[in-house]
């Protein structure tokens, strides 16, 4: 629910109001029978991370509301681990202004892992990525990036964060998926005559949960199966100012092992952002543009590439941001894979310049603020990715970005759809859109 700390900000900068905001509800498998409630949760989401003061508050907020609709695997409603509970993950992360050259571009970053009992797992991750820009502890220690399990509790609880029983966290939906998977899971192992699961007395604890119920899977199943391993929701903001702030949260995959991390708290791997000055030797001290990637999908595969840092560095790399993730994604993430698994990633990336080279001071009575040129792309090798976005104009808009046909499941052949903003002859593209961001004296 709404939480009172999210417009209070603690990293402050002139200018940070939100400019544009793109938010995803994962790749993965998304039923088309739910496509109006995840179109109505990302226009909520958007909605609601418009109307805060800042743009690190929109990330939170927007996320904040993905978290709690229960048709998306992060916060209440997220996917159950293999004892049947709900552990989360969540980092956020804020870019420099991209004017001061004495500062670090990245910024700060904040994470949580295996984080049980909070609605809201961004609001955590939030807390830390502010307070590591508070310096130094006491006695020199260092402030942490990422904490997990009672750990990341306890911190939370003690900057009075909601918390809450873990029943209250567990839908209806996702207690009736854990249960048939755990059937599943029981009538695959007396069929194979061994556990996938390591020592017998785990898998004795987990049979004690739930009774088996023999029956065969069916296509409907098959279905309904696949649309709860849509993984991680996100968002991406780019204040006023140029700076950005990107963000995810995720309940993990469905029967995962406690104690289990995803790419959502792992530094470079669920979520990145960054900013830095202009290179020109006449606009010293001028923005110079910035990236930000909100990353979805299997969590190792995903943090065996560090995707959301490689789909960045590709973008600072290239002038096209389109064929940057192509390349991110063709030469590094969707290579053959060693366990003979399909390659299942999405991500949304946004890519952020100034408008003119001329101009890429801004004006001073605007306070210097640049004139932006903002691409939004997105791309993912999984059947479907949910996404929308939000500029000036107040407008948000959805898409369920669906491939016609699913995902390999030879690792051998991946796929992958793009989508941009700007429309290229030597690009694939399934929509067209570019936004530009001008100061008012315009």
């Given amino acids: 629910g709404n939480n009172s700390e999210i417009g209070r900000p603690l990293i402050t900068c002139l200018y940070m109001e939100p400019a544009l905001l793109v938010v995803h509800v994962g790749a993965g498998y998304h039923s088309r029978l739910l496509e109006p409630q995840y179109r109505d949760a990302m226009t909520r989401a958007l909605k609601r991370g418009m109307n805060q003061p800042h743009a690190r508050g929109a990330v939170e907020a927007s996320i904040c509301e993905l978290e709690d609709d229960s048709n998306t695997n992060a916060g209440t409603g997220s996917n159950l681990n293999l004892d049947g509970e709900v552990e989360c993950d969540a980092s956020i992360m804020q870019s420099g202004d991209g004017k001061n050259t004495q500062h670090d571009a990245r910024g700060y970053f904040g994470g949580v892992g295996c984080l049980c009992n909070v609605p809201n797992p961004i609001v955590v991750a939030s807390h830390l990525m502010q307070e590591r820009a508070q310096g130094l502890l006491p006695l020199g220690r260092v402030r942490p990036m990422l904490l997990t399990g009672n750990g990341a509790l306890k911190w939370a609880q003690s900057r009075g964060i909601k918390v809450t029983e873990q029943g209250e966290l567990v839908s209806e939906r996702a207690r009736a998926s854990w249960t048939k998977h755990i059937n599943l899971l029981h009538q695959h192992e007396e069929t194979e005559g061994a556990s996938d699961q390591g020592p017998a007395q785990e898998d004795d604890h987990i049979k004690k949960k739930t009774k088996t119920t023999k029956r065969p899977l069916n296509d409907d199943d098959q279905s309904e199966d696949q649309s709860i391993f849509q993984d991680t929701v996100g968002a991406i903001c780019v204040a006023r100012n140029g700076t950005i702030v990107s963000g995810v949260s995720s309940g993990g995959i ?158 051998s052949a991946p796929t992958l759809q793009l989508a941009s903003c700007i429309p290229r002859e030597h690009s694939v593209l399934i929509g067209t859109k570019q936004f530009k961001i001008q100061s008012e004296h315009q």
């Fill in 254 to 411: 469905s029967l995962k092992h406690p104690g289990r991390i995803g790419e959502a708290s792992i530094y470079g791997c669920g979520c990145w952002a960054e900013a830095w000055p202009s290179s020109s030797s006449t606009s010293s001290g001028a923005y110079g543009g910035g990236v930000g990637c909100s990353v979805s999908g299997t969590g190792e595969q995903i943090m065996e590439d560090m995707l959301a840092r490689t789909c960045a560095e590709a973008i600072k790399a290239r002038d096209c941001p389109v064929d940057a993730i192509r390349s991110a994604f063709e030469s590094k993430f969707l290579r053959p894979s060693y366990d003979g698994m399909a390659r299942q990633a999405g991500v949304i990336a946004l890519s952020v310049l100034p408008l003119s080279e001329d101009d890429d001071a801004g004006d001073p009575s605007d306070g210097g603020l640049p004139d932006l040129a903002i691409d939004v792309v997105w791309a993912h090798s999984t059947p479907s990715m949910g996404l929308g976005y939000m500029g000036p104009d107040g407008r948000a808009r959805t898409v369920l970005s669906r491939l016609e046909q699913g995902p390999s499941n030879s690792s």
